[in-house]
């Protein structure tokens, strides 16, 4: 089955400890993303990806990495997490930039 | 700074309802409007809209772009329960490449 698959579902942690969020892909899709979203502000990009070893910043990238080493995989880094960053996490692939997004299921994200 | 506002933020219907559900947009160098359907989990593509005028249409749902006054529209006819869901709406320009930005939604509640 086509999908894109984010783990883990759920992530509770401590300021300043380091995680990464995993996202993977099966379509052979050559953009990814990451977009978080918050009440009231909708979804926003943090980072994307047009193809492997090419990455660049969206709109909110601030505390916030990202790698694409293969194709398939973009997974999202918090160095030093703050509770500013408490959100809905979603990855996001598609076969062209200018394509629709295929969402992952999301990984909610609580930092205290 | 791209905007893009969706109205109603909420909405109660009974099944059998008609609904429309707005989103207009000011942005830079309009290229597509795209609409998602986001229940618990990840936002699910429903329509991509690039010409003005032209109706997308899905079983139950269509949707009509309007570039002139920079608006689209979102109708689900005769609803069902499992209409329920958040209803996104994302514009991406010539500019911003990749990205999309995207309006709050619309909470859309469908009681039997």
């Known amino acids: 089955e086509a999908q894109v698959t984010q783990n883990p579902r759920y992530l509770i942690t401590v300021t300043g400890k380091k995680l990464t969020v995993t996202c993977s892909q099966n379509?052979?899709?050559?953009?990814m993303s990451w977009y978080r979203q918050d009440p009231g502000l909708g979804l926003r990009q943090i980072y994307y990806?047009?193809?492997?070893?090419?990455?660049d910043k969206g709109d909110v990238p601030e505390g916030y990495k990202v790698s694409r080493k293969e194709k398939r995989n973009f997974p999202l880094i918090l160095e030093s997490p703050s509770p500013n960053q408490t959100s809905l996490y979603f990855c996001?692939?598609?076969?062209?930039?200018?394509?629709?997004?295929?969402f992952g299921n999301g990984t909610r994200l609580t930092v205290t | 700074e791209d905007k893009v506002v969706q109205s109603p933020l909420s909405l109660v219907v009974h099944e059998g309802d008609t609904v429309t559900l707005n989103c207009s947009y000011e942005?830079?160098?309009?290229?597509?409007l795209l609409w998602y359907k986001q229940e618990k989990k990840a936002p699910t593509f429903l329509f991509m809209l690039?010409?003005?005028?032209i109706e997308k249409k899905s079983g139950r749902l269509s949707s009509i772009l309007d570039k002139k006054e920079l608006f689209s529209i979102l109708n689900i006819t005769a609803t069902q329960t499992g209409d329920s869901a958040i209803y996104l709406c994302?514009?991406?320009?010539?500019?911003?490449?990749?990205?999309?930005?995207f309006g709050e939604g619309t909470q859309l509640t469908v009681n039997p």
């Open positions: 990806s047009m193809n492997v070893e090419v990455t």
């Open positions: 379509m052979n899709h050559e953009y």
């Open positions: 994302a514009v991406r320009t010539e500019t911003s490449g990749s990205r999309l930005t």
């Open positions: 996001a692939s598609s076969l062209h930039p200018g394509s629709p997004l295929h």
């Open positions: 690039t010409s003005s005028g």
């Open positions: 942005v830079t160098n309009f290229r597509s």
